[in-house]
Structures are given as C-alpha cells and as structure tokens.
C-alpha cells in the first residue's frame, strides 16, 4: 500500500494495478491457484439431503423440501411467507407482477444493476425506468430520485403519471447492489409520497440488513437468488418474501400455472408461469441455508480485511456498509477515485493476469442497445460510478486465507 | 370386460365404472397401495451423478452435465443440436420466439392442451389461436386446419394474416398428446402451404417417433419437457432441440440473458432470459437418459396389455398409436364411446378411491376464462373430446406388475 504522504500524484495505471495486485497478493499469501470472484461451498449434509430427495422420488416441485426451504428462509428474513422459485429473476418478474405492475406502464429501477432487473419488468411487457444512484450505497439515491418524479411525475387520482410519456408508474426496484442495502428509509418515504409501490430486487443481499430488518422486507414483496454466484445457492433458485398473506397466496399461485385446486381436474384462472422451485434444488437449499449465519461471518471478516489492506489509499478505497447497513458482502468492491478511472481496466488486466478474478461492473442498463429507448432521468453518478468500480474475489472461505 | 355380445344397450354410468375399475384390479392384482398416475424412477447412478455434480461445486448454469445432457438428448433425437432449459415452458417460449414469433402475432395451437402451451405464447405477448383436433391422434386435425386457414387466413407478400383479426400468424404449434405423435406430414404441408412455421410442443413425447423420425425434430423447433411426472426428469428441465445451428445458438444466447462472450465485462444485446437448466438437474437428466430406452420398452408392453384388457368393449377403448407413429404411450388414455360421455365423472370417481389414480384429459384452453377472447376455429372434436378422455396409471414400472 502506498501512504498518502509518499503519494501526492497520482503514479499512473500501470503502477496503481501493481500496487493493487500487491495488496491482494499480500492478503492472501499462501493461495493456491486462481481466486475466483466467488465460488460455492457445500457441506456433507447437501450430499445427504438432495440423496434423501432422489430415494423419496419427490424431486419436481410437489416436495418437502421446498417447504421447509421456504419456513427456514422466512424464519431468516424474519417475514411470514416465502416462496420459491426458479430463480431469481422469475421472482422479480412474480413479485412485480402481484405487486401490480400491468403492461405498458413504467417501473422505476437503477440502471446500475444486473440486466435481469430491466429484463422482469420487460417480461411483464412493463418499461423500465432508469433513476440514478449514489456512491454510498450504489443504490437509487432518494434526492435524485425525488427530483426527478417532482420533473416529470404527475399525479392524478392516487396515481402517479410519467407526464412525458403518459405512462403510468406503477413501481420502484430499490436493488441492493453486491449486498448493500440502499437507503431505503428515504426511498419508501419517497415512494409514499408519489403513491409507487416498493419491490425489492434483493437478489445479491442474502443476510443483507437495514437498521436490523432482512433485506427483500422492507417494501410490499422482495426478490432473493440463489444462483451459483450468490452467498447460497440451489444451483439455480429465486424466491419472493413479503409479510402478506394474500400477495405471496398469489405470488404461489402464479407459479404453478394458476391451477385452481382439485384432484384431478384442470382450470387455470390466471396466465400463469412454470416458475415453481424444484425440489431436488431446494434439498441443497435447505443445506446451505444452514451455513448462511457462518458465512456471514466469514464474508464480513473478509470485508474488513479488504478495508483495513487499502485503507488510506489515495487512489481507490472498498466500497463499506453505509451507517444503517449491515452488509453481507456479497461482492467486495473497489471504488477508484475520480482522477484514476481511467486505469479500472489495466488493473482488471493485472489482476486477471496474476489470478485474481476481478470484474467491472455492470455496463450500465441504459446504453444497452435494449434499452437506450428506455425512459430516464439524468444519470451522472451511474455514469461515472460504472467506470470506477472493480469487483474482488469474495468467497466466504477466502476468510480463512488471510494473512 | 364385457363382450360386444353381452353387451347391447348401454348399462349406464355405475356398472361401466365397476367394470372399469375390476378390469384395472385384473391387470394389477399383486399392487400395494394406490397406482399414481406416473411416477419418477431413479436408479443409483442418479445420486453419484449429482453428488459428483455437488463435489465439482459447479451446480449451477456452468457445468459439464448440462453439456453431457444436451449431446445425450441431441443424440437420442437423432438431432444436431438440444439446448437446455429450466422447464418446457420456458423451452417453448424460447423456441417460438427464435422460430420468429414477434408480439402480436397469432400462433396456431390446439386447444386441448396443458395450459402451458398457450401460456409460452401468451408470455410473448402473442395471441394463442385455437384449432381443432381429431380422435385419432388427439393432435390437430390436418383436414380442419386447411379448411379453418383457407377462410379465415389471407397469404400477403408470403405472410399469413388472419383477415377477421388482421395479425399475422406467425407459427403453427402441434402438440404430441400424451405421448402420440401428430399427423406431422399432413401438419407440415399444411404449414409450408401457408407459409407458417412450425414449433413442435413434444413436452410429453421424448422417446415417441413419427414415421422413424423423433418428435420435436420434424418442425423448425421442438420443445420437450423433462418435469417430474414426464418419461424421464430432470427434477424441473426442459429442452429446445433443433437441426439448426443459427437457431439453437440463439435460443442459447437468449437463455442465458443474452450476454455476449467476454472475460469480465457484461453486455447484452437481446432481451433475454435467465432459462438455463443448472447442472445439478443435468446430472439427474444424464443418468435418466440412460433409462430412456428400457423405459419406453416397458410403457409400451404396459400400453399393449392396457389396450388388450379393453379390446372389444363396446362403451371404450384405449388410445392406440397411429399407422406412422410409434408412442412412448407416456399416458394411457381411455376414450369413451360417445354414448358413454356422461359416465366420465363416474368412472373417475370409482377408479380414484380404488387407488387407481385417474384424471380427465385438461380443461380445453378455450372454455377457460382466460383464453376465452382468444381467436379460434371451431371446434367440435376438440369440445366432444375432452368429455370422453381419462388417463390411467402408467409409470413404466408398472408392466413389471401386470398380471
């Protein structure tokens, strides 16, 4: 690490990549190989319950295991009704959808995110709305957010209007980008004020909490992934978590095709989807589950390492848990200081090269040629923020290889 | 059984069902416990298999079982290319949407169908159009179709268009019933004549052929289903299988949220999806394609005795595979006489509580709510047929109980 004494210009990209592979080279110093961005881990007993699952026959969605899956989550998030899907972007698409997004109106959302956020609300034949973030959070920022619905909202009968494009708008994603929880006592109240609905896009922020409540139970409904990616996963998975019994009722519904009950007989009420978690998939879950609390843990001291190795850098710090956040960590995160943005991709090279995976992120929603038509407000710190961040290898085990 | 001698006049509804029910107590007297209706089968490599997948930690959307699988599926399809896919509704929406259904178009389908055929239009935003079917496939009837489309359909520039709504009809979807193949040859000049392309729903249908070739490889795209109560399962999968190369690379592309290859940075250019099946339900699917074969084998001696045990009965018979067709006989179906329509319900109710699980053919799509506004032929076979249908049990493992 270089002082901020020894440092008063910057060295130039080439320098600062050497030193930031240095830095990870001295954190992690008795590696072997590669460190991926983040890598799964299983226990015994996911072997055991998915071979438990196999002997029972009961591996398509009718099974115990997505039930117990869903109490054991509920019980986590601290919310009465979880509901599992195939993954994480179906259960953004449901809780919208149960949310009330109808065709043809406008959801708010970043455009720093993944493409599966913009992608749900498409599905439902819904437009995305591009709002911008903040540095503290990588989440929408609520000034921002309410500046722009005070340009452009109109409301009319309770209902908030896009006054440019006569859209409706019928919902906000807050998205806890790499874990962090965004502000979201300032975006519900913003939200509250124009009348939008709130669903979370909590795909990344499993053991994720703001002022100590679950991300994904802060707004009407939330989406959590279990991707191969992500803190736990189901190989592929998602789910919905929302403390109404009515919505997440619908939300189960929608997901099994609509079918009204009977033993025999089929009617379907509703245009619904094939989007109901398997349960040879929630047998692992419910292993891993298991290891969330752990993992955590690991994930945080993993954080901190990473914080104190680059702290007091003059040209970049890690990206920490803003003052009513407790993060999991998902993805640690790099941010550059302005002045040296322009050296993210010869230390995405370096640290690449020297076996470090390190990624950018994101390249934001709205230059996507799919979504350059997308309406927005104006984006500079989305703009700015996706040139200067860089994602560090992260895996919960790599607590136990620090130096 | 009763004899077309003793049996003259129709007996009515209970004494067909008792004879129903003793005819199935008869083909299984050594059965314990109710019959289901189809019931997933493992062997021990199942549970190496996906413990091995759980070992290599790569359970999710990367992963040699989901490669395994696919070349296994494509090889048994006598096909070049099979693409994997989360379930076989997400396999259909693709494979239609590749084959070039854009929004607002309308799809030719059969109304007897699991919801999920009209629902995979629908979730493109296309319009399902109904079309009649006859008894002896339960698939489309070809004759109706030409008659349906020559008064309805208006060929312009090459394109179809439907002259009462004004769309296009953008594909033509058979749907192999139960396992029994379409009039594929009658299908597909009928298609060619109008310039419409066609996606083949074999969601039931691995393992049937039609005139030697697999069904979901006679059209542009077929779609087959690897869900839990299917011939083989993957826990939830699906599969979209195709000669194409360009189309499968698409329908690949635009399962896996259309990214396009790069080391780190994510950029899309399709609004895609998030429909890949994940390895560890690839590595159930590998070692259950090593059962295909045998398990087709046993379906079909099941069928035979199916079909012999009724042969003769003047009030139904047993669903037989057409001239050209060899049936993987997924479910055995009964078809009521039609003086015998009223006795359905009946017979359902007597066969359930003798532990013979027994369900009526799907509620047709049209007389659904739902789908009631939706353009449609005629369709009287379809509204006669769906009164006259019952499934029998018909797990492969059951012709190793039959008397």
């Not at 002022?211 to 991707?227: D, E, M, P, V």
């Not at 009513?324 to 790099?334: D, G, P, Q, R």
Request: proline share 5%; aromatic share 6%; net charge negative.
């Amino acid at each position: 690490m270089i002082s901020r004494a020894e440092q008063k210009t910057f060295v130039g990209a080439e320098q600062l990549a050497n030193d930031v592979t240095a830095c990870l080279e001295a954190l992690f110093p008795s590696r072997e190989g590669p460190l991926p961005l983040h890598e799964p881990e299983f226990n015994e007993q996911a072997e055991a319950k998915v071979v438990e699952c196999i002997r029972s026959t009961f591996v398509s969605s009718v099974g115990a295991f997505v039930s117990e899956f869903e109490e054991k989550l509920a019980h986590i998030c601290g919310v009465a009704h979880a509901v599992a899907m195939v993954n994480g972007t179906a259960a953004l698409e449901v809780a919208l959808r149960v949310a009330g997004v109808e065709p043809n109106t406008e959801v708010l959302l970043p455009s720093l995110t993944f493409v599966a956020t913009p992608n749900a609300v498409s599905h439902l034949n819904a437009v995305p709305h591009f709002v911008d973030v903040n540095e503290q959070t990588l989440g929408i920022d609520p000034e921002e957010l309410r500046r722009h619905l005070d340009q452009i909202g109109e409301l009319k009968a309770g209902q908030l209007f896009n006054r440019k494009t006569g859209r409706i708008i019928s919902a906000i994603v807050p998205v806890h980008v790499f874990g962090h929880p965004a502000a979201m006592d300032e975006l519900l109240d913003a939200a509250g004020a124009f009348g939008v609905a709130v669903v979370e896009d909590a795909a990344e922020a499993l053991g994720s909490r703001y002022k100590g409540r679950h991300c994904a139970t802060l707004g009407r409904l939330g989406a959590i992934s279990f991707n191969g990616n992500k803190i736990i996963t189901t190989g592929g998975g998602g789910a919905v978590v929302t403390d109404d019994a009515g919505l997440a009722a619908t939300a189960r519904h929608l997901s099994t095709t609509a079918k009204l009950p009977h033993a025999w007989a089929f009617a379907h009420d509703m245009v619904g989807y094939n989007y109901r978690m398997p349960n040879i998939n929630a047998a692992l879950g419910v292993s891993q589950l298991e290891e969330l609390p752990d993992r955590v843990a690991k994930k945080r001291r993993l954080a901190a390492a990473y914080i104190n190795q680059f702290s007091g850098h003059p040209d970049l710090r890690i990206l920490c848990e803003s003052e009513h956040a407790m993060s999991n960590y998902w993805l640690n995160t790099l941010i550059l200081e302005p002045h040296a943005t322009d050296s993210r991709d010869v230390i995405l090279q370096y640290l690449n090269s020297a076996g470090f995976m390190a990624r950018p992120v994101w390249q934001p929603m709205h230059t996507l040629d799919i979504y350059a038509d997308a309406p927005r407000a104006s984006l500079p710190h989305t703009e700015a923020l996706a040139e200067r961040l860089i994602n560090l290898p992260s895996s919960a085990k790599l607590a136990e290889c620090l130096s």
